[in-house]
């Protein structure tokens, strides 16, 4: 099986930073696309940045400027730094990776269980 574990994420002032990261493992025979994703309370979950595995990137237009996302496709890991957080980024934040499993070259897509980002004074 496949595992995305993220971490990272914690409380921080308006203004401030976080570094989110996502390490996949398990039967893994290669990654295409990851992502990050967000879902505040009452609210739908959205995309907040992709990367594939030639490392083109895909942003929201709430994250450009701000954050960045990358990849270490050695570690099976992407990150996602955020700058200059708002009160409106308070959400979960959850990986997601399209894996090529090693029994049957087949691509599914995985999500992580999530990360809590709380921005507020």
């Known amino acids: 099986q496949v595992q995305l574990v993220e971490s990272g994420g914690g409380l921080v002032q308006p203004g401030g930073s976080l570094r989110l990261s996502c390490a996949a493992s398990g039967s893994i025979f290669s990654i295409n696309g990851m992502g990050w994703y967000r879902q505040a309370p009452g609210k739908l979950r959205e995309l907040v940045a992709a990367i594939t595995s030639g490392g083109t990137t895909n942003y929201a237009d709430s994250a450009k400027g701000r954050f960045t996302i990358s990849r270490d496709n050695a570690k099976n890991t992407v990150y996602l730094q955020m700058n200059s957080l708002k009160p409106e980024g308070t959400a979960i934040y959850y990986c997601?990776?399209?894996?090529?499993?090693?029994?049957?070259?087949?691509?599914?897509?995985?999500w992580g269980q999530g990360t809590q980002v709380t921005v507020s004074s």
């Open positions: 997601n990776a399209e894996v090529i499993r090693v029994a049957d070259k087949g691509e599914y897509g995985y």
